[in-house]
């Protein structure tokens, strides 16, 4: 199903053909002035492509941009949006083939990982260290770790993300229902069932069923690490039919057809966030960047929703992530492209999009958490937030040792094409197309394919 997502900045004006480009740029800082997210210098005038996913704190970014940044600096920014599984082939055709289509992309924690190592990207460190009013340090270390490569951050995080569990705390006091702290996953279905015999109008929990490596296996892929499963051994054993990783799928389909959401195979973070804000479903497992629109002036839930922490089996269903901004060699504009996004990852910019539009794309800086405005506003989930962040290391949130790292997706460049095959399996055994055990069978053929090209 294809989303549509609002853009509300200029869209770019034509699409530049595919086709590799020579010449290295090595996208040093220039030695005569040093960019900031206030000044405009030598970049005035300049235009910069800009591509990134269509989530709420991107959008608000189009709506502020012109008249506080392009005022500013004299830089135009157009931007194209797009929903997440589009965003990831638009993003990886560009900066794998070097078109140099876009100034500046949106990756997320798994591109960063793997991507430093193709030599696809502009080292920004040199940058964020040389730009005084960015204030690297403050950047969270889970962030700044997971975007860099010798200590090097090869992209500057816009928000960052752990993952808990949402639940309607009205409806819970109403039903006399209560959620545990630190809940496990059994915890949540015997949840889910007795909801299920209090109002038949409310989907018990909303789960990603949608097809992806980044949408519904970045739920199940957590789930399969806190059942004690994984994708592979350190050496390149699939382990996609081990008992931790069968029975965090055996788990996960008979949650979702027995209490998730309907048409559950193409709901996705977007479709679960509406689901959940329109007050249609008690309970949400995802990502903790989610409780900015829960609690914002549209939502119909703002102030009776509850936060836990994600949930566990064996191990809590661990996750990190951050929606980055990435700078591919290619381009042209490296200034402009530094000013945009030393702004739009700026305490400044936080700032302004808690004056504007009552909604911060958090997580990534430590400052954040003490502002009075902020802590008043996310008072209801700020501290668990900040508390999933930090206990999720993806260097060791795994139960079995792998050949990368990553809590909820695995960081080897074979991952993006095997887990969006592996979620097209999960996808058609919650819609009762083959079992969850011949979804393990199938997904371990599949990984095997992946363990012989080693």
Same mark, same amino acid.
């Given at each position: 199903m294809k989303r549509i997502i609002p853009v509300t900045?200029?869209?770019?004006?034509?699409a530049v053909a595919l086709s590799a480009c020579s010449g290295a740029n090595t996208n040093t800082p220039s030695t005569g002035t040093t960019a900031t997210s206030t000044s405009s210098g030598a970049a005035a005038g300049t235009e910069i492509n800009?591509?990134?996913?269509?989530?709420?704190?991107?959008?608000?970014?189009?709506?502020?941009?012109?008249?506080?940044?392009?005022?500013?600096?004299?830089?135009?920014?157009?931007?194209?949006?797009?929903?997440?599984?589009?965003?990831?082939?638009?993003?990886?055709?560009?900066?794998?083939?070097? *078109?140099?289509?876009?100034?500046?992309?949106?990756?997320?924690?798994?591109?960063?990982?793997?991507?430093t190592a193709n030599d696809w990207l502009t080292d920004l460190q040199p940058y964020a260290t040389k730009d005084t009013t960015f204030d690297v340090g403050d950047i969270l270390p889970a962030m700044?770790?997971?975007?860099?490569?010798?200590?090097?951050?090869?992209?500057?995080?816009?928000?960052?993300?752990?993952?808990?569990?949402?639940?309607?705390?009205?409806?819970?006091?109403?039903?006399?229902i209560t959620m545990p702290t630190n809940p496990t996953w059994q915890q949540i279905a015997d949840i889910a069932a007795q909801i299920k015999t209090k109002d038949s109008t409310i989907t018990p929990i909303c789960l990603r069923g949608l097809p992806g490596w980044g949408e519904n296996m970045a739920v199940l892929g957590s789930m399969i690490s806190a059942f004690g499963g994984g994708f592979f051994t350190s050496d390149y054993?699939?382990?996609?039919?081990?008992?931790?990783?069968? *029975?965090?799928v055996q788990f996960y389909v008979d949650l979702v057809t027995k209490y998730g959401e309907a048409g559950a195979s193409q709901s996705g973070f977007t479709e679960c966030l509406?689901?959940?804000?329109?007050?249609?479903?008690?309970?949400?497992?995802?990502?903790?960047?989610?409780?900015?629109?829960?609690?914002?002036?549209?939502?119909?839930? *703002?102030?009776?929703?509850?936060? *836990?922490?994600?949930?566990?089996?064996?191990?809590?269903?661990?996750?990190?992530?951050?929606?980055a901004w990435a700078v591919p060699k290619t381009t042209k504009h490296m200034d402009a492209a530094w000013q945009f996004v030393s702004w739009a990852s700026s305490k400044e910019y936080e700032q302004l999009a808690l004056d504007k539009v009552g909604r911060v794309p958090d997580g990534k800086r430590a400052s954040t958490f003490d502002l009075p405005k902020y802590k008043t506003a996310t008072a209801a989930y700020s501290d668990i937030m900040l508390a999933a962040i930090e206990a999720?290391?993806?260097?060791?949130?795994?139960a079995q040792a792998s050949p990368g790292p990553g809590c909820q997706y695995l960081g080897i460049p074979e991952f993006a094409d095997l887990g969006a095959k592996i979620g097209q399996e999960m996808s058609a055994a919650i819609t009762g197309q083959e079992t969850a055990d011949q979804a393990c069978e199938k997904s371990q053929a599949l990984a095997q394919a992946v363990a012989s090209a080693q």
């Open positions: 900045a200029l869209a770019l004006a034509a800009v591509l990134m996913v269509g989530n709420p704190q991107m959008n608000d970014l189009t709506t502020l941009t012109e008249a506080n940044f392009t005022a500013k600096t004299g830089i135009k920014v157009n931007y194209t949006v797009l929903p997440e599984n589009e965003l990831r082939d638009k993003v990886a055709q560009d900066v794998a083939t070097q *078109a140099g289509q876009y100034d500046v992309a949106t990756i997320g924690a798994y591109e960063a990982s793997v991507w700044s770790g997971i975007l860099s490569k010798d200590g090097d951050m090869y992209a500057i995080p816009f928000y960052g993300e752990s993952a808990f569990t949402m639940y309607r705390k009205d409806l819970f006091d109403q039903w006399g054993k699939p382990l996609l039919t081990s008992d931790g990783t069968k *029975a965090a509406n689901t959940f804000s329109q007050g249609k479903a008690a309970m949400w497992f995802d990502a903790t960047s989610a409780a900015t629109t829960l609690e914002s002036s549209n939502s119909t839930v *703002a102030g009776k929703v509850g936060y *836990a922490d994600a949930p566990k089996d064996k191990l809590r269903s661990g996750w990190v992530w951050a929606w999720s290391d993806p260097n060791n949130c795994q």
